[in-house]
């Protein structure tokens, strides 16, 4: 299937493309602040984001593999982005997201996270999906509990450099 527009009440929610990259690369993927937790290292040129857009755009008709943009339906400006992919180590579907600062603490990831999981559990038939993150990442951490996940237990994981590991929390949602 197709990554296809979903939308919420304040963000549309659409695949990236390498167009964005500019746009990406200067709202959050060179923001120290928002690359600190995440599994993607902090990108020092514009050049790195358009390398993991085109593997977005590669990705696009996967069906184990669906991220989207979002973009704030006020102002038409892209902040962020999250999405849903096959997990083997847990056998599920794993929910990942991120946002540039200035939105941070709005309620936006929680919106769009809302409507992913409707596309995941009624769309692809999803019934069970994890989520984690790292234990001083508290945003995530009041996102994750909000969408309805349950604690499962204490984790880790790494960056996909290898330079950064951290200690999660792990969560399960059913549906």
Known sequence: MTTPIIESQRILLRPLSVEDAETIFRNWTSDEEVAKYMRWDLHEKVEETKEWLKMEEENILR?????WGFVLKETNELIGSGGIF???THGCFELGYNIMKKYWGKGLVTEASREIL???EREI????FFSAHAIENIGSKRVIEKLGFKYLKDGEYESFSGKKKYV????ILEV
């Open 63 to 67: 069906e184990d593999n669906y991220t």
């Open 86 to 88: 096959f997990n083997d």
């Open 118 to 120: 409707k596309f995941g």
């Open 125 to 128: 038939n999803i019934k069970k």
């Open 168 to 171: 999660t929390r792990d969560y």
